[in-house]
């Protein structure tokens, strides 16, 4: 049907097309008038073809099993399909696929490979859009296959659809529910198809059911730090989805959509999908690696408090900050459209973000060296996107200035008495937060700020988070963040009653 009709526009498109041509050899008078209807003539027919072949910049979903209007986004560049990465994906940019997709918008982002596992390699990682991009490919990020995710961090949506509007019923997940207490005559959970005891599929006898696998959608670190903690093999180090430890036998999938918040002591705690649907393939399985060392980041409040401050910095002086995504997205608006876009100034809330690790293993990058990214703005290498986060949120919960998900170079800057620095950035070396150290970043160097330029004066709440999207195991989540009050006047800010929480 929209087939059909996308035909129909090309077929109009081309017989403007060939009016035109028409037009203009038999009148000169309107020659010039005509080249240029001409070349938007040509330009519509192109991106209608765009639409309907695969041309750069396409997009499709895949793994979804309600139908055409849901999956994990797969994108066309350079010939070859690849995947989104899910950091910092979230309804904006999901509104702007299903709009691209033709559906009306998005009723939902999907992270952690929702749909199953990403397929291909990743075509794009951060993708920051504004929402009003008619295209994915027009939305800011890292470029073109530069990504430091796992296969298990699949961006996708779910579109909404003409079908949901008519149904009388709508197709929608059915609502969650708690483990325990949907089966009441208890469960079991252990791990099997390990090459060492403390990883493996995970597996759940509900009841008297027989032995079956989690399905992996939305299968995190924090569900596996529960399943870690009730097997007691310490902490969860990795949450992968895969059938790699079912040596070839495929187990029928017993639950879907297991939600927890990381500290039940059971994963009979946890919510639940009433009915069990399992969306992507076979492969879809859950499994953990658990340790009983692991880090723990825990993020200073204190130093946030006794450094915040305001900057007011021209533009011309935050061009690498701009590269780095670390200005809010009304500056690039600046730079396009104003001729004096580096006489105007950015008002900056600046503070150091000090990070300890209080845990018993050192905090190293989730991606291996080889894939870390050169930034050559800041020449040094990043080794992890999404490090940290800073956000401004208003008395009705909203998100009203975002510090970028800022990227980070990770190193030993201060340790206690005793303990040897060894994680260092300069000269290519090994990144990482060694046990009791800290790694500092200073209220003075580039990105350590909230672009604030267009919040109004009032009270707010800040709040900073390390780790925030839980993609590195670690012993609590509950110390990464700093919850703080913020005065804002016209002239100054100040950051105080901060209390501890999870990002
Ligand atoms: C139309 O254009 C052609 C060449 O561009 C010229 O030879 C001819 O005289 C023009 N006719 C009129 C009516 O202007
Ligand atoms: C070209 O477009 C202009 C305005 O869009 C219109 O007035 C004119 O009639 C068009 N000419 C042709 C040859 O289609
Ligand atoms: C880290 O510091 C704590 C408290 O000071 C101490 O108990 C622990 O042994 C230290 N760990 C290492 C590896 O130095
Ligand atoms: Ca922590």
């Known amino acids: 049907m929209k087939l059909r009709l996308r035909r129909a526009e090309i077929a109009i498109s081309l017989i403007a097309l060939l009016s035109a041509l028409e037009f203009c050899t038999s009148n000169n008078a309107t020659w010039i008038n005509s080249r240029d209807n001409k070349t938007r003539v040509v330009r519509k027919i192109r991106k209608d073809f765009r639409k309907l072949k695969k041309q750069e910049g396409a997009l499709k979903l895949i793994g979804g099993e309600n139908g055409e209007h849901e999956g994990n986004v797969e994108i066309l560049h350079d010939g070859k399909w690849g995947s989104i990465c899910d950091d910092e994906w979230d309804d904006i940019e999901a509104n702007v696929v299903c709009k ?31 929402g009003s991009e008619n295209e994915l490919a ?33 197709q929608e997940k059915s609502p969650k529910t708690r483990i325990k207490d949907t089966y009441q005559q208890g469960t079991a959970v252990r791990l099997s198809g390990g090459r060492v005891r403390s990883e493996g599929q995970v597996e759940i006898k509900l009841g008297n059911a027989d032995w079956g696998v989690v399905c992996g959608d939305s299968w995190s670190i924090l569900e596996a730090a529960v399943v870690c903690r009730q097997l007691g093999l310490g902490y969860a180090s990795n949450a992968v989805q895969t059938n790699f430890f079912s040596n070839g036998k495929t187990a029928p999938i017993s639950i879907s959509g297991v939600q927890c918040n990381g500290n039940e002591g059971n994963l009979a705690e946890c919510l639940h999908d009433k009915i069990a649907d399992c969306p992507g393939t076979t492969k879809n399985v859950a499994g953990v690696v658990c340790n009983q060392q692991m880090a723990d980041l825990v993020f200073d409040h204190i130093e946030l408090m006794r450094t915040a401050h305001l900057e007011d910095r021209q533009l011309y002086w935050l061009q690498c900050a701009m590269e780095e995504n670390c200005v809010a997205s009304q500056a690039y608006k600046v730079l396009r459209e104003s001729g004096n876009w580096h006489l105007e100034t950015r008002r900056l809330l600046r503070f150091t973000a000090r990070i300890l690790n209080a845990g018993t293993a050192d905090f190293r990058p989730s991606v291996p060296k080889h894939l870390w990214e050169w930034h050559m703005c800041h020449m040094h290498y990043h080794s992890m996107e999404v490090f940290a986060t800073f956000d401004v949120i208003d008395s009705s919960g909203n998100k009203v200035a975002e510090g970028h998900k800022a990227s980070f170079c990770l190193e030993d800057n201060q340790c206690l008495p005793d303990v040897q620095p060894r994680y260092k950035c300069a000269n290519y070396g090994d990144q990482g937060i060694s046990v009791n150290c800290s790694d500092i970043y200073k209220h003075n160097i580039d990105c350590q700020w909230v672009d604030i330029s267009e919040l109004e004066p009032g009270h707010y709440t800040l709040k900073v988070a ?21 005065l804002y006047t016209e002239t100054f800010a100040t950051v105080h009653s901060c209390i501890m929480g999870r990002p």
């Open 100 to 130: 691209q997709l033709g559906f009306n918008g998005a009723i939902k982002a999907t992270t952690y490979g929702h749909f199953g596992q990403a397929r291909r390699r990743y075509w794009m990682d951060n993708v920051y859009c504004d």
């Open 466 to 486: 390390v780790n925030p999207e839980f993609k590195v195991g670690e012993m609590s989540f509950d110390n990464n963040a700093a919850i703080c009050r913020l």
């Open 138 to 170: 027009k939305c800011r990020f890292d470029g073109w296959g530069i990504s430091d995710c796992g296969s298990n961090e699949a961006a996708g949506v779910i579109c909404s659809h003409d079908e949901e509007a008519r149904a009388p019923i709508p």
